[in-house]
């Protein structure tokens, strides 16, 4: 099997995991997306995951209600790592192998996130996911996703979405919008179109790392996409 990137970081949103559910888990969405996974595991591909925490807690919506942004934003990010622990548990369940990390000391529950530890079990063939946010308040898991990604060599970002890639408008309130093939991170930023917050997109930018958005719940893409299929809209 002819494979094009070696190794990838996907990013989720925890939003995603609800599936027809209006907060939680969908259990038919974890196990799709395990299986998935684990096919990319088997094909000899190293992935990271970074997930959201959208479906259990936003530390945006906490300010809204009331919270300390601060402390919603803690809370958001333990929320991720009990995202983390699902989509772990699933990948396991399909029969792939998966090592939960966080960016804070979290023993038993997670192992602390390190460059060094990452790369050994990258090296031992396990899904790496990545949790607790970059560890910092104000942050978003976008950044912490390309953070994650800059800093373990991902060849690209991979943003799993509800839609097939990127449109010059929102395509569930604009029938007409047009979807691009590629794009430019200078023609995206000008004509604000929202990818990932600016500073996930603005670190991706510097390093060279380039962003793919696709359908995430179209069983296939993830394969078609690592073996160099056209899939989804490619910023570069």
Not at 91 to 108: F, S
Not at 149 to 177: C, F
Request: proline share 3%; net charge neutral.
């Amino acid at each position: 099997m002819k494979i094009k990137y070696n190794r990838v970081l996907l990013k989720l949103s925890g939003e995603a995991l609800t599936g027809t559910q209006k907060t939680g888990f969908d259990i038919p969405v974890l196990e799709a997306y395990a299986r998935q996974i684990k096919e990319i595991q088997d094909s000899g591909v190293q992935l990271g995951v970074v997930v959201g925490g959208g479906n259990i807690f936003r530390g945006i919506w906490g300010q809204k209600k009331g919270f300390d942004r601060i402390t919603g934003d803690y809370m958001g990010m333990l929320a991720t790592v009990i995202n983390g622990l699902a989509i772990q548990e699933f990948i396991t369940q399909a029969g792939g192998k998966a090592r939960v990390l966080a960016a804070t000391e979290m023993q038993p529950v997670a192992e602390r996130y390190s460059k060094t530890l990452s790369e050994e079990l990258f090296q031992q063939g396990n899904v790496l996911i990545f949790t607790f946010g970059t560890g910092n308040p104000f942050f978003t898991t976008d950044t912490a996703a390309a953070l994650r990604a800059v800093e373990t060599h991902a060849e690209i970002l991979l943003k799993g979405t509800r839609v097939d890639g990127v449109y010059t408008a929102d395509p569930e309130k604009h029938p007409d919008a047009v979807r691009y093939d590629t794009i430019s991170f200078e023609q995206a930023y000008q004509e604000g179109l929202q990818i990932m917050d600016l500073t996930a997109f603005t670190m991706c930018r510097e390093n060279n790392l380039p962003i793919l958005v696709f359908d995430m719940n179209k069983e296939g893409n993830l394969m078609d996409i690592v073996k160099g299929k056209k899939v989804g809209t490619l910023i570069q």
